[in-house]
């Protein structure tokens, strides 16, 4: 095994080293609400439209980049497949093709925005086009919510709210509420991610475009090109997870999804990656944001109100980007001694 390899893993198993006290804490501080098996498995409900979005905020990531518009495409999303279903269209696949399209269209444009008006980041155009997609998502809406229920689209809300391995007894009691199909889909999503990264052509493009630019243009990278696919493919994981979310609130409401680009950033900085590009793999990204679950989790069990809880959520991001600074200086300083 290599250094790289050998630090990816110290990393890994540190963050899943903190993920286990964590837990550990949570169980003790409140032995009979957080271990059980109910609780655990609405964790990885909530879990799951944090995970889908977090997975093409890594890649953004990886490429030195930032997608500030991963929120507001997700909710932009869940709102215009509820518009589809108010005009009376409730096929499942038309309604999560449409979804799927918009959201992709909104990545397009933002990877066209840094690639071919060379803007000078992505926190930029991102950021701008936070604003529109929101903004698009209260007018197609007229500002109000709606609701999913009793409209025929049962199937479509079983992926976000439906379970898989429903175990009841000879009264139809349950007595194991089964895996969050969500969560299952989370898995499926994030191996194809794995295959995608490390053994792909374009996944180590990905890598070296954020890694080392330079290298990456003196090789003939495309750059603008995977960059380009890149921020595409954070909007069609954003899409994915408003398809999610319409089974998961059971409502499409464009106020919605205000913390969604913070935990999906934290998430990823928490997992392993880093604001300077190159680092960052999808499992630690998971274990990233199953973090930020239990955490918000931890909180509500404990009745914490929203204004503590955005305090504790905000003190683990800013701990998170802290330990990523430490330790890109602590890297640099040792290849610089290295070089001597």
Known sequence: MNTKKAKELLQKLGTLAALIILCAIFCITMPDKFPKITNIMNILKQASINCLIA??????????????????????CTCFIGV??????????????????????????????????DLPHPFVST???????WGLALVITG????????????????????????????????????????????????????VFLTKS???????????????????????????????????FMAGMAGVVSVGRLASANGNAGQTYDNDAIAACIVGGASFTGGKGTIWGTLIGAMIMAVIRNGLNLMGASNDVQYIVIGAVIILAVTIDVVRNKMEAKARKMAAQ
């Not at 038309?94 to 925005?113: D, F, K, P, R, Y």
């Not at 090789?219 to 921020?231: E, M």
């Open 143 to 194: 500002s109000k919510s709606i609701g999913f229920t009793n409209t025929g689209i049962d199937g479509l809300m079983w992926v976000g709210g439906g379970s898989v391995g429903v175990v009841r007894d000879a009264a139809g009691k349950v007595t194991f509420p089964g895996i969050p199909f969500s969560f299952i889909l989370v898995i499926i999503v994030f191996c194809i991610f794995h």
């Open 55 to 76: 997975s093409g905020m890594l890649c953004a990531l990886i490429t030195a980049g930032i997608d500030l518009s991963v929120g507001s495409n997700c909710v932009l």
């Open 127 to 133: 950021m701008g086009m936070k604003n529109v997609l």
């Open 201 to 235: 052509a374009l996944g180590r493009q990905i890598y070296c475009c954020g890694g080392n630019p330079e290298a990456a243009r003196l090789s003939g990278i495309p750059s603008k090109n995977v960059l380009t696919f890149v921020y595409a493919l954070s909007g």
């Open 84 to 117: 589809l279903v108010q005009n009376g269209i409730t096929n499942p696949v038309i309604l999560v093709l449409g979804g799927l399209l918009v959201s992709t269209c909104a990545g397009i444009i933002n990877g066209l925005l840094l690639t071919r008006l």
